[in-house]
């Protein structure tokens, strides 16, 4: 079984952009997840097969996400980066046939994870 990988993370100044990249197939809902230091994996973007998304109250501003079917791939784009955005970013996805789409943000929806990809933003 194939993993989630994830690309595009790096370094940006306060109020950059940054574009995150997942490679994934066959999964039913997929979305990203940021892991700060001393906080808890948060549920930022999730995106369904059929291309509903839902996003956190924390970011959906500042944040899009998308798939493109054809390359079996995600993206999260990122605008307005504040140092607080700082952390690892997550992909996972999940291959759940039914599934409540209110608690799709929630990590314990999905099975596969990728290795992550460092987000540093400085001030």
């Known amino acids: 079984q194939v993993q989630p990988v994830e690309s595009g993370g790096g370094s940006v100044q306060s109020g950059g952009s940054l574009r995150l990249s997942c490679i994934g197939s066959g999964y039913t809902y997929m979305a990203w997840f940021r892991q700060s230091p001393g906080k808890e994996r948060e549920g930022l973007a999730a995106i369904t097969e059929d291309g509903r998304k839902t996003y956190s109250n924390s970011m959906k501003d500042r944040i899009t996400i998308s798939q493109d079917d054809a390359q079996n791939t995600i993206t999260l784009q990122m605008n307005s980066l504040k140092s607080e955005d700082t952390g690892i970013y997550f992909c996972?996805?999940?291959?759940?046939?039914?599934?409540?789409?209110?608690?799709?943000?929630?990590?314990?929806?999905?099975?596969?994870w990728g290795q992550g990809t460092q987000v540093t933003v400085s001030s």
């Open positions: 996972a996805g999940d291959r759940a046939k039914y599934y409540s789409f209110d608690y799709l943000l929630r990590p314990e929806m999905y099975a596969d």
